[in-house]
C-alpha cells in the first residue's frame, strides 16, 4: 500500500513537473506570504508608531517605539515579497537571496524575546528553506538586469534596516548616536565595510546587532559581484575574444532544445553550411553541444521574446526538438502567434502524443523513437515496411496506421 501511494506520488510530482507554472509559481507564493507574515507581525507596532505621530514629541521617541525586532521583520518581509518576483520568472538570483534571508529570519526568529509566539513562524521558515533547496535546479536563469535591480533594492532594505538599528541602539554607542544623520554615516561605513571607528557598540546588544550588518553587508556583496560584475566580465572577455561575437540571424534554422536529436540535427545543418540559432534553457546545456561556438541564446522557447531574440521572424525554419511533447506545442503555438514564414518542426518521443501534437500544425512531425520502434517491430515480425506512410508520419500527415486517440464523450 504504502507503495502504490509513493508511486503515485511521483506520477503526480513529474506531472506537476511538465507544467510551466511549477514550481516556480507555488515557491513564489510561498516566499510572498513568508513576507506578508512578517510583515503582519510587526502590526501592532507600526498602529502604535501611526497614534504616537498625532501626538506631539519627538521622532526620536517615535522611532523608539519600533522594536529592533520589529525593523528586522519590516525589512525581511519587505525583501521576500521583492524576490517573489524573481522567483517567478525562476532566477537562480532570486532563489540564492531567499534561501539567505530565509535563513537570516530564522536568526532573527531565534533571538527575539517573544520566541515562544513564533513557533509557527520559524516552522514555516525551515520548510521553505528546505522546498527552495530542494528545488534548486528549476531556477537556472540568470539575467545581469534583474540581479542588479535585486541587489539594489538589497542595498536600500540593508540600509534602511542599519540605520534605525542604530538610531534605536544609539545610547549604546561611544560616543551616542542622536540623530539620523550620525545613524545614516554608521549604516553606511559599516554597510560598505569601511569602519572608521568614530562610532563604536559599548554593549553586547549593540555589537549583535552590528555583527549582524556585518554579515548581512559581506553576503550581499558576494552575492551582488556573483550576480552582475562576473556575468559582465565573462560577456566582456567572450566579445573581445570573438567567441560570442554579433551574430546577424537572417534566413537561419533556429532549433530549441538540447537533446540527443537536437544536438545531431544541429550538426548535420551547419555541416551543409546553414547558419543555426539554438535556444536553451540554461547555459549548461548550450555547452554540452557539438560545436564550442555555437550561436546560443539562453531562455524559454515558447516565450515569444526569446524567439525573437532569435530571430524566429527572419528564420527558415524553427525546430522544436526537446524530450518533452508539451513543451515543443507550446513552442509551435508562440511560433503562430509570431506570423512567421519559417516551416515548424515538431519532435514527438510517445506515440499518444502524436494526434495532441498534430492539432498545433507543425509543418512536419519528426517521431524517431515511435517509428524507430514500428520499424524494428516489422522488420522482426517480417511485416511490409510502407515507406509513404512512414513519410507521411514524419510530414505531420495523417494515415490509416497511425495511433489515434479515443475520442472524449461528456
Known sequence: MLKTLRARAGKVMVRLSKKAWFPRGPIALAVALLGLLHIMSIIDHAIGLYFHL??????????????????????????????????????????????????????????????????????????????????YRYFDRSSVRFGTMAALVAVVVLVGYTVL?????????????????????????????????????????ARLFMASVIVLSLTLLSTAIGATLIPAMVGKIQQLTGRNAKVTRNDHYIIIGFSALANNTYRDLTARGEQVTVIVKSEADGAQFADADVDIVTGDGGDLETLRKAGAEQAKGILALMNDDSENAFVILAVKELKTKA??????????????????????IIAPQVLGGELLTSMLTGEHIDIKDIMGRLLGQKTPNAPREPEKTG
Not at 67 to 74: E, F, I, R
Open 165 to 205: 538599528g542604530t538610531y534605536q541602539l544609539g545610547d549604546q554607542f561611544s560616543p551616542h548616536i542622536n540623530n539620523l544623520s550620525d545613524a545614516t554615516y554608521v549604516a553606511v561605513v559599516t554597510v560598505s565595510t569601511v569602519g572608521f571607528g568614530d562610532f563604536t557598540p559599548a554593549t553586547a546588544t
Open 343 to 364: 516551416r515548424t518542426v515538431a519532435a514527438v518521443n510517445e506515440a499518444k502524443h502524436l494526434n495532441r501534437v498534430r492539432r498545433v500544425h507543425p509543418d512536419m
Open 54 to 135: 498625532r501626538t506631539p514629541g519627538s521622532i526620536r521617541q517615535d522611532l523608539v517605539d519600533v522594536s529592533l525586532s520589529g525593523t528586522a521583520h519590516l525589512a525581511i518581509g519587505v525583501f521576500l515579497l521583492i524576490i517573489s518576483v524573481g522567483l517567478w520568472v525562476q532566477s537562480r538570483t532570486a532563489w540564492l537571496l531567499s534561501v539567505l534571508v530565509s535563513t537570516i529570519g530564522i536568526v532573527v526568529l531565534f533571538t527575539s524575546a517573544d520566541i515562544s509566539t513564533r513557533v509557527g513562524l520559524i516552522s514555516y521558515h525551515f520548510v521553505l528553506t528546505g522546498c527552495l533547496l530542494a528545488s
